[in-house]
């Protein structure tokens, strides 16, 4: 069962209805934060009376038997979204967030200047490895903890919000003192112990979508999270494995409006890691915000040719800075509110 709270309602009302439903033996979970306040009912014999009680108690908005696995993350929780503040940053609201840097820092004089050029091609985040999960061992690993001090530099130098990723549970506590955003990776997705520490970091976390993972999978990870009581949290949709080889991975935008029916928290598209190749980031970078997209996550690198991970889907700061101001076009062809005022004729869209 899903309760989601009234906007004016207080601390008390949740207090009492968590109370009410404890004291008939039920589990609770509260989600709270970045939108309605939501609290999620354990069991499956809740029953027609409890649901008919809980309705008539003060604060509350809408309750819902829940259907879906992912109880709290699904779109009938939250009806109006999820809007996941980081720093500055807001991802979920009406413009799309694009998050830009190179695959892995570098060094700081590098990663100074990437940073530096992200900001000025018109991007709100910062991105950029210190921990990375590479498919060979001798591969560069990441500079690690000197790699997380060097993006916290970037962060004060620009004021753009870092994320980053974190691949051990045991790092999760190591990683959120330098990030402002905690990005669980592809290869990480079902790693449930890891999802668990994030959570409890309380920073808000980019989700990657597995690989192979079916959107249920994806979003039953994302449930993890908001099971351990942190509702900030941001899906990414990255690419899957298909039988062809052409591209790196096959970005999946159906997933986009699929997952916008499906939950309430914001979605954001990477079309570096989704594609493998440099010349087609541009184009799927536009496909993924027509999709409807919050945002996107971008591989860029001064001398794309010369990055240390992932060269051949990295772009120039020149191709970021019109993804970023063509992302913007197209959110506003989009959006009614945004397309008045801009003064340009929205696009006749369902
Ligand atoms: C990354 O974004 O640096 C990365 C490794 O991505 P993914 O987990 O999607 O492969
Ligand atoms: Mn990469």
Same mark, same amino acid.
């Given at each position: ?23 008939? $033996? ?22 027609? /009376?409890?649901?008919? &009680? ?7 908005? %809408? ?32 413009? /799309? ?13 590098? %990663? ?6 992200? =900001? ?11 921990? =990375? ?30 994320? !980053?990723?974190?691949? &051990? ?11 402002? %955003?905690?990005?669980?990776?592809? *290869? ?8 668990? *520490?994030?959570?409890?970091?309380? =920073? ?11 959107? $249920? ?14 509702? *900030? ?13 052409? !591209? ?22 990477? /079309? ?5 190749? *440099? &010349? ?5 970078? %536009? ?15 001064? !001398? ?47």
């Amino acid at each position: 069962m899903i309760i989601t709270m009234r906007g004016e309602s207080v601390h008390t009302d949740h207090q009492q209805v968590i109370r009410y439903v404890q004291e008939r $033996e039920f589990q609770t979970h509260l989600l709270a934060g970045s939108g309605d306040v939501v609290i999620g009912v354990n069991g499956r014999a809740v029953g027609t /009376p409890l649901l008919e &009680e809980v309705a008539e108690l003060p604060g509350v908005g %809408m309750v819902n038997r829940s259907s879906k696995p992912y109880m709290l993350a699904q779109r009938a929780a939250r009806p109006d979204g999820t809007i996941v503040r980081v720093g500055n940053v807001e991802i979920g609201g009406t413009l /799309p967030v694009v998050m830009a840097g190179p695959c892995v820092i570098e060094g700081a004089e590098a %990663m100074i200047e990437v940073a530096q050029a992200v =900001k000025a091609a018109g991007a709100t985040m910062l991105r950029g490895g210190a921990f =990375k999960p590479r498919t060979s061992p001798y591969s560069f690993q990441g500079l690690g903890e000197e790699g997380l001090k060097i993006l916290a530099l970037a962060r004060d130098l620009t004021g753009l919000p870092v994320v !980053t990723e974190v691949m &051990e549970p045991e790092q999760v506590d190591l990683v959120a003192e330098y990030a402002d %955003m905690l990005q669980i990776g592809s *290869r990480n997705m079902s790693n449930f112990p890891l999802l668990r *520490r994030a959570s409890a970091a309380g =920073k808000p976390i980019l989700l990657k979508r597995g690989f192979s993972a079916t959107i $249920e999978e994806w979003l039953m990870s994302a449930e993890y999270v908001l099971a351990g009581g942190n509702d *900030r949290v941001v899906l990414c949709e990255r690419g899957i494995r298909s039988f062809d080889t052409s !591209t790196r991975f096959t970005l999946d935008l159906n997933a986009v409006p699929l997952v916008k029916q499906l939950t309430h928290l914001p979605v954001v598209v990477d /079309p570096s890691h989704g594609t493998g190749r *440099r &010349e087609l980031v541009e184009p799927m970078s %536009m496909s993924g915000v027509a999709a409807g997209a919050h945002g996107l996550i971008v591989e860029v690198h001064p !001398t794309p040719d010369a990055a240390l991970c992932d060269a051949q889907q990295s772009i120039d700061p020149e191709t970021l800075s019109r993804i970023v101001a063509n992302a913007h076009g197209i959110a506003r062809l989009l959006n009614p509110a945004l397309a008045a005022e801009a003064g340009v004729t929205q696009l006749r869209v369902a």
